[in-house]
């Protein structure tokens, strides 16, 4: 059974960061990519970024470019997720993503995503 365990979320001021974790288990993890989703109170869920199965493709939401970076260790089976230059409008419920195939292909799309982690806050106050 395929598991994501997201950690690394809390409180923090404008203008500080925050590294979020996804720890994988259950399938091999270097074939899938991965991606990382955000839902704001009120609004719907979100992309934020992906990476490729290898590491060597990402992308990014506009809103999160220059800010955020997504990066992974094959070796742990872990992705993450770090946060610069938080705002308040980054306040959300974080949520990493594996999807259903090596590539980057329509990585915005919820539906290419087949497990997801359980989520967690972040919230940045002003």
């Known amino acids: 059974q395929v598991q994501l365990v997201e950690s690394g979320g809390g409180l923090v001021q404008a203008g500080g960061s925050l590294r979020l974790s996804c720890a994988a288990s259950?399938?091999?993890?270097?074939?899938?990519?991965m991606g990382w989703f955000r839902q704001a109170p009120g609004k719907e869920r979100e992309f934020v970024a992906a990476?490729?199965?290898?590491?060597?493709?990402?992308v990014y939401a506009d809103s999160v470019k220059g800010r955020f970076t997504i990066s992974r260790d094959n070796a742990k089976n872990t992705a993450y997720l770090q946060m610069n230059s938080l705002k308040p409008e980054d306040t959300a419920v974080y949520y990493c993503?594996?999807?259903?195939?090596?590539?980057?292909?329509?990585?915005?799309?919820?539906?290419?995503?087949?497990?997801w982690g359980q989520g967690t806050q972040v919230t940045v106050s002003s």
């Open positions: 259950g399938r091999t993890f270097s074939m899938y990519a």
């Open positions: 990476m490729s199965g290898s590491g060597s493709s990402t």
């Open positions: 993503a594996s999807k259903n195939r090596y590539s980057l292909v329509n990585y915005a799309r919820e539906s290419e995503y087949d497990y």
